[in-house]
């Protein structure tokens, strides 16, 4: 395959961002008084994830989910596969699979490149039909989240970086890949491609997109 068709996911292909999820997990512990402190020390540290989203992606992210410091590998495999029923599919847009035949119909290699975890997105991609999927992974320690994001962390302008690092490995023509994205803060990622397209794109992002003719995708209903 000559090209590939990367596609953000939060807010993309999925109607919600990471934090839907991520109190989906933090909420089902095995306990109710785990649950109930886990959701009271994110909620203590919101200001310290605002302060985050505002100053750098990255940070969020690892902020974000350093609230998964010690759950249980056992105990994240048996939510994902909740988390993906309950929260993420039926947030699935629409037309969301169909664009994604639409591409793999075309030859591309289809990649999702999205700040979610890898357990999350497994089930998905695997829906979707994917071919691959670049996601944040949590570091193990002895069985346990430590709390620690892997490197490299997916998120901002580091996603750019993993598009050109995925396209070189597959021989992909980055002038004739696709990248997919509804955010601002996904400009260098889409900007490293060929076909830079929006979907459901932010007032930044639509401004950008009209001043330098970018094309827009409504996947809000099934292609007919």
């Known amino acids: 395959m000559s090209a590939a068709a990367y596609f953000d996911v939060d807010g993309t292909l999925v109607g919600t961002n990471l934090i839907p999820p991520t109190l989906a997990y933090l909420l089902n512990q095995a306990s109710p008084l785990d649950s109930a402190r886990r959701f009271g020390r994110l909620l203590l540290g919101t200001p310290a994830l605002v302060a985050a989203e505002m100053q750098d992606r990255r940070l969020f992210n690892e902020e974000l989910f350093s609230h998964f410091r010690g759950m249980s590998e056992d105990r994240m495999v048996v939510l994902s596969a909740e988390v993906y029923k309950n929260v993420v599919k039926p947030n699935l847009l ?58 490299p962390v997916v998120a901002g302008p580091g996603k750019a970086t993993l598009i050109v690092e995925d396209a070189r490995a597959h021989g992909h023509d980055l002038m004739k890949c696709h990248a997919y994205s509804d955010s601002f803060s996904d400009v260098p990622m889409m900007s490293v491609v060929g076909h830079p397209i929006c979907i459901r794109p932010d007032a930044r992002l639509r401004k950008l997109a009209e001043a330098y003719h970018w094309a827009t995708v409504d996947i809000s209903r099934r292609t007919p």
């Open 94 to 151: 629409p037309g969301a699979k169909d664009l994604i035949d639409q591409c793999k119909r075309a030859g591309m290699r289809v990649v999702l490149i999205t700040g979610s975890l890898d357990w999350t997105m497994a089930p998905l991609a695997e829906y979707l039909g994917a071919d691959h999927c670049i996601s944040n992974r949590l570091e193990l320690k002895d069985g346990y989240c430590t709390g620690k994001l892997l490197r």
